[in-house]
């Protein structure tokens, strides 16, 4: 009897609890509601030292902290959400932990295919996003499942960047599009149509500095699923962007909080929104002048 009373109290506090969220992001929609952002999960493994826990708990902090921040983002109506969810630096790290931090993926990866997980709720299509031939088997199998299992979902974007830094994808893109534009070149010249253009000698000095636009780089980017960030966040107190979204992120408001990742709260993310918003104006203005 006395379980069946706490459970309703419960139950009554959740829902006037989420009930005063949703007000808040009603008033906060009065202003500008950043379309996408990105997270640095920084401070896994300091949280797991400072509460004295065993190794990995940290990060299994970090993930119920991940729900929380995709469960809010998604109640605001925010669209995109990127993560760094695995670094391709992190590989250098000692193979015991590389390795717990491969399973613990692959058991969270298959959690998102589940019904009742936060994708299916909201409507989420999760992308990979990354060098994933680097991945261990199992995780880029459970990866390429979770992308096919949610392809149908349209509501709304989550990007999950593993096996991946901003000098991997620039220089992935850089290649794609020279490839692409070599066998663009090669068909027109054995149409006959390409006027020998594969010797490239005979093409004016602007014409062939212009053979590769940034419209044919920036299709090749690994996060060109989502527009460009509007918001970075990164935990821990740093204020280092370590190899993310550098391409991306050049007019997005950076926001650093000095807490660890696993004790990142509604009121963090509150205070983020209402940071952009004051400055939503000038990063617009910044943004046009390109």
């Not at 717990?100 to 969270?108: F, P, Y």
Request: with cysteine; proline share 3%; net charge positive.
């Amino acid at each position: 009897m006395k379980k069946d009373g706490r459970s309703r109290i419960n139950w009554i506090f959740e829902n006037f609890v989420t009930f005063l969220r949703r007000c808040t992001f009603r008033v906060l929609s009065v202003g500008p509601i950043p379309e996408h952002i990105a997270y640095i999960m920084d401070g896994n493994r300091r949280y797991a030292k400072k509460q004295n826990l065993i190794e990995g708990t940290g990060h299994r902090a970090g993930f119920l902290a991940l729900m929380s921040m995709l469960k809010y983002c998604y109640e605001m109506g925010v669209r995109y959400v990127t993560i760094y969810a695995f670094s391709i630096d992190n590989f250098k790290r000692r193979p015991e932990e590389v390795q717990s931090l491969m399973d613990l993926m692959q058991e969270k990866i298959e959690g998102l295919m589940e019904e009742e997980s936060i994708v299916n709720r909201y409507g989420v299509r999760v992308h990979f996003l990354g060098n994933l031939k680097l991945l261990s088997e199992p995780v880029r199998l459970a990866a390429e499942r979770a992308m096919v299992a949610t392809a149908n979902n349209s509501k709304a974007v989550l990007s999950i960047c593993v096996a991946y830094n901003s000098t991997n994808e620039i220089v992935h893109a850089v290649e794609k599009a020279c490839e692409e534009k070599w066998e663009e070149i090669s068909l027109l010249n054995a149409s006959g149509s390409g006027y020998g253009l594969i010797g490239l000698e005979c093409i004016e000095k602007d014409e062939r500095e212009n053979l590769i636009k940034l419209i044919d780089i920036e299709k090749h980017m690994y996060v060109s699923v989502a527009p460009d960030p509007d918001i970075l966040i990164r935990t821990s107190g740093e204020t280092r962007l370590s190899n993310f979204l550098l391409w991306q992120s050049a007019y997005c408001y950076l926001y650093s909080t000095p807490v660890l990742w696993p004790e990142i709260g509604f009121r963090h993310l509150l205070w983020a929104i209402l940071n952009f918003q004051r400055n939503h104006f000038y990063l617009e203005k910044k943004r046009k002048q390109l």
